[in-house]
């Protein structure tokens, strides 16, 4: 059981490439999440989604896009990067955005933004 | 706006002692839900434990307890006989009606032998 998949694992960018980081989840859950941790300030979340067609922002959405065509996928996507978006970034998916269920996480991406 | 607080960046315990990391939350809601996330070294993200806040019993995860306090706001977990594997960085999480998860800034704990 895959569980939340996320690639790439490691990603060096320089400033103003866009890419995309992807999440995928083989569990059928309705809720995807993205944060980015950074030292000292916990895990923030960017955008989330509460079913195929749906999303919308959370606290730092300022630079990323979103899409969820579908139940498994949700990727992130950096359009002109910056060395503020340097982070670890982490997708999250639970069953159903109710408020008991735990999310299950990705094992993170390492980005560097140079 | 929901807050989560976590006092202690730093802590470290003995092997097979107990230790408590505190956790304090802002909210004005009366039902949300209260999570601790475990995360070593490997980086991935574990829950630990879980704790709905219209119960009153605390919860209980094997080695792991919470003390919930809702009047105080606090929600602080309890690791005895502490091993080595418990050493990770400890995020509480809270989460109300809406699908927003508020994190933490986390507890850094260290095991010692």
């Known amino acids: 059981n895959a569980g939340v998949t996320q690639t790439p694992k490691f990603q060096v960018l320089k400033t103003g490439q866009s890419m995309t980081l992807q999440c995928a989840q083989d569990?059928?859950?309705?809720?995807m999440s993205w944060y980015r941790q950074d030292p000292g300030m916990g895990l923030r979340l960017i955008h989330y989604s509460v079913g195929a067609g749906i999303t919308d922002q959370g606290e730092v959405p300022n630079g990323y896009n979103v899409s969820r065509s579908t139940t498994e996928d949700f990727p992130l996507r950096l359009l002109s990067a910056a060395p503020s978006q340097t982070s670890v970034y982490f997708c999250a998916s639970s069953f159903t955005g109710a408020g008991n269920q735990p999310q299950h996480f990705g094992d993170g991406t390492r980005l560097s933004i140079l | 706006a929901q807050t989560v607080t976590q006092s202690q960046p730093e802590m470290s315990v003995q092997e097979a002692e107990t230790v408590t990391l505190s956790c304090t939350y802002d909210t004005s809601e009366n039902n949300y839900y209260l999570f601790w996330y475990k995360q070593p070294p490997s980086r991935q993200m574990i829950l630990v434990i879980r704790q709905e806040a219209y119960k009153q019993q605390n919860a209980t995860e094997n080695r792991f307890s919470v003390n919930f306090q809702k009047a105080a706001k606090s929600f602080s977990l309890k690791i005895s006989d502490s091993q080595l594997g418990d050493t990770a960085m400890y995020f509480c999480?809270?989460?109300?009606?809406?699908?927003?998860?508020?994190f933490g800034t986390g507890t850094r704990l260290k095991v010692l032998a």
């Open positions: 569990m059928n859950h309705e809720y």
């Open positions: 999480a809270f989460r109300e009606g809406t699908y927003k998860y508020i």
